[in-house]
């Protein structure tokens, strides 16, 4: 069965740092780009940082560009976004998800929450 | 990288038809043809049910159809059933970065 699942979320106050992990399995990881959306309480879907087979590439939106970092282990059949400064407009649910095509998710984890708050 | 733009809610009756329009810019969705529709059920995960403008992954009911014209894409989903409820998204390749609109509640009257 393939399958996302993502953790390290949780509580942690205003700029402290997080890393997060996705753990793939049922397909073969190293041949797809990864990327990380997440959805604020109550808001919608946004598109965080994607990444490609290799790790040699990596884009990111605006508003988390120099704060978060996103990585991948092949060798470990796993995802990582590493969250830095975190405010609290960062609180979401942070999900993982297979590029099925270009700029297309056909696979998603769960989720994991972070929540930002002092 | 601002979302593109959807209405937040649509509604129908059984059996009827709405659709969902995506309006965006011709450095998003009128500049490519990578526009992708993602079904959000309340509480659960996003899934994907059109992906590059008007292709279905396998497994999604040929009731949801997708199209564009310009710098709007539009999602329809005919012969409305009642779970078919669920928030939609779209989302469109950016030139670098992915943009997803903010989302459209339907709702079966």
Redesign the interface.
Known sequence: EVQLVESGGGLVQPGESLRLSCAASGFTFNTYWM?W?RQAPGK????VA?INQHGSEE?????VKGRFTISRDNAKNSLYLQLNSLRADDTAVY?CARN???????V????TTVTVSS | QSALTQPRSVSGSPGQSVTISCTGTSSDVGGYNYVSWYQQPPGKAPKIIIYEVTKRPSGVPDRFSGSKSGNTASLTISGLQADDEADYYCCSYAGRTGVFGGGTKVTVL
């Open positions: 990327t959306v919608g879907l946004e598109w994607n884009e990111y939106a605006d508003s999900y099925g095509g270009w700029y297309l998710m056909d998603w984890g769960q989720g």
